[in-house]
């Protein structure tokens, strides 16, 4: 089974409920065959913008395109999208074989060609001889390849995944990201995927866009989603970090009365944040030697946590602030004991301070 891609246009896409944006004016191009993940919070509109690409929810106001096509008005059985749900929604009372040829029933397919494009479906997810099987006889791991199976029968040339993964254990949960993954690059197609867990985000997307309240935060690659985010709700949202408050002095960061150095010389003076992520600190002794590529902060260790592949270390700074470590055992140092933190540069990363609310 193979089929071609289409690439996806937003423009200035707007919903409103009462006086709250679901949506606030979205640009946003999808490349064909490109696998994009709409990642955000609960409310943030991620789903909202999932469901005016399917036709299940008519924007207020502005375009979308399909390959060029206008999609707005087009109802949703005419767009020829393919659609796994979050509860799978499959029917009950039917077996295998008979969700996954649902679509191509609908579409007046013949019942020995449907038969046939059932079983290469299955094959494809892993479920080949399942056909005649109850959905209550399967697992949830089975249902959730049932459904995809289902939403791509029809050769749909882009794929709308609405958290897919979600109601699956934490361990089944990680080796379907890897098979759906894997199954999107043999067949080719736009994939639009939505989830609120970051994880999942960065394994199995080509770009990430991260939403709130209706808008586009950011949109780039897992690595500069994480790496380099764009404002501290990003960095929030995308893995854990720490802010700490710097003055730029002539392009000159300080934290308190320590200077610190950053792989791009900050053009904007004034207060900024420091944004550390704990996997990217070390612990060092106060008379161990850094490394001339890393910045280090004075700070005491207050607390160790075990967590089996590693240890979770609190730090405090001389003004009392808790600054979080992830890594190996810390050696000989005990809770009280004087340390420095040491960030490489290139990981000493600065945020626009952001007004308050």
């Known amino acids: ?90 029917f009950p009372h039917m077996n295998v074989a008979d969700n996954v040829g649902f679509p191509l029933k609908l579409r007046g397919v013949k019942s020995a060609e449907i038969r046939q494009r059932c079983e290469r479906a299955l094959e494809m997810v892993r479920l080949g001889g399942y056909g005649t099987r109850g959905v209550d006889q399967l697992s949830g791991g089975q249902r959730q390849r049932v459904a995809l199976a289902r939403a791509m029968v029809f050769e749909p040339r882009i794929m709308l995944m609405d958290e897919p993964l979600s109601a699956l254990d934490k361990q089944l949960r990680e080796h379907m990201q890897i098979e759906l993954r894997q199954l999107h690059d043999k067949l080719g197609m736009t994939t639009v995927y939505v989830t609120h ?91 161990a030697i850094a490394d001339t590529a890393c910045n280090t902060i004075d700070a005491t260790l207050v607390a160790t946590v075990y967590q089996g592949d590693s240890s979770l270390f609190q730090a405090a700074l001389p003004d009392g602030t808790l600054v979080s470590v992830r890594g190996s055992s810390s050696g000989s140092l005990a809770p009280g004991a004087p340390l420095r933190l040491s960030v490489a540069i290139e990981d000493t990363v600065l945020l626009a301070m952001e007004p308050a609310a």
């Open 197 to 287: 867990d970051q994880r999942e985000a960065l394994t199995m997307s080509d770009r990430i866009a991260v939403i709130n309240a209706g808008r586009i935060m950011q949109l780039d690659t897992p690595r500069a989603i994480y790496e380099r985010p764009k404002n501290r709700f990003v960095a929030e949202f995308i893995g854990e970090s720490t802010f700490l408050p710097v003055v730029v002095t002539g392009g000159q960061v300080h934290l308190g009365h320590q200077a610190l150095r950053t792989a791009v010389v900050p053009q904007t003076d004034g207060p900024q944040l420091l944004m550390l992520r704990p996997e990217r600190l070390r612990l060092m002794g106060v008379n």
């Open 1 to 90: 089974m193979s089929t071609a891609s289409l690439p996806i246009s937003i423009a200035q896409i707007t919903k409103t409920y009462g006086k709250t944006f679901a949506l606030d004016h979205v640009d946003l191009e999808v490349r064909s065959g490109e696998f994009l993940t709409l990642l955000g919070p609960s409310g943030s509109g991620k789903t909202t913008l999932l469901t005016v690409l399917a036709g299940f929810t008519r924007p207020d106001g502005g375009s979308l395109k399909f390959g060029g096509t206008e999609m707005v008005t087009v109802p949703p059985h005419k767009r020829n999208v393919g659609m796994v749900f979050q509860n799978y929604a499959l």
